[in-house]
């Protein structure tokens, strides 16, 4: 067992805070153990709940449209959330949730080292760049410690407000170079990496307004 399957045990008999009561499954999170792109989402909705994986609803079709936009495939890239256990109703993790999770976060992102971590939405980006708002700074990558983070809206808000979605795609398009300028000079494609079946993360089609 590797280090991120042991994570995705752990998150699955999980009962540090009152989200566990509740759930049928915990969501993990999954993806190559090397992916290049992180994704973070804020919580299962009731489609990933129900499946025990990320983003299998309307949110997580259209994530998948997103990617293939920009010629990467969902099985290329890690899919997680900030809260691996689906909020009663969809609504916004609480703030003793999200630091209940933070310790498998953490270190998920530390195993996978990342090249971008990609922020889905208001939750995701305040753990990396607290008390900015994403209509200001969502397509615009920073590094933030040692991760270039690049924050965009969750895709659950353009399904919401559909003026969003062309901006969403935009930002979408900007993930090539930014892998290129981090790819090192003449580095070798990597062959897609094996799968960790670490179940994770996304929104489904209920109600998407507390996504803006």
């Known amino acids: 067992m590797t280090e991120l399957q042991d994570i995705a045990r752990r998150v699955q008999g999980c009962t540090d805070c ?9 969501v993990p999170g999954e993806g190559p153990e090397n992916a290049d792109i992180l994704f973070i989402g804020e919580g299962p909705g009731y ?4 499946q025990g994986r990320p983003f299998v609803g ?12 920009v010629g990467l495939r969902r099985g290329q890239v890690f899919i997680t959330n900030m809260v691996k256990c689906r909020p009663p109703n969809n609504r916004d ?22 090249k971008i971590i990609v922020t889905l939405g208001r939750h995701s980006l305040g753990k990396f760049l607290p008390g900015q708002t994403i209509s200001k700074v969502h397509g615009k990558a920073r590094t933030v410690g040692e991760h270039l983070v690049c924050p965009m809206y969750h895709p659950a808000a353009a399904l919401h407000q559909g003026s969003l979605r062309r901006e969403v795609e935009a930002d979408f398009r900007a993930l090539p170079a930014l892998l290129k300028e981090k790819a090192p ?3 070798p494609e ?7 079946s670490m ?3 996304g929104g489904d089609a209920e109600d998407h307004s507390h996504y803006l």
Do not use: H, M, W
């Open 199 to 201: 179940l994770l993360a």
């Open 185 to 187: 000079a003449g580095a």
């Open 93 to 114: 993790p609480l703030p003793n949730e999200i630091a209940a999770c933070s310790k498998y976060l953490d270190r998920q992102i530390e195993l996978i080292q990342p």
């Open 18 to 26: 009152a989200l566990a009561r509740g759930r049928t499954k915990a």
């Open 47 to 50: 489609n990933e709940d129900q």
């Open 190 to 196: 990597e062959p897609e990496a094996k799968q960790v």
């Open 58 to 69: 309307a949110a997580g079709s259209f994530l998948e449209q997103l990617l293939a936009s």
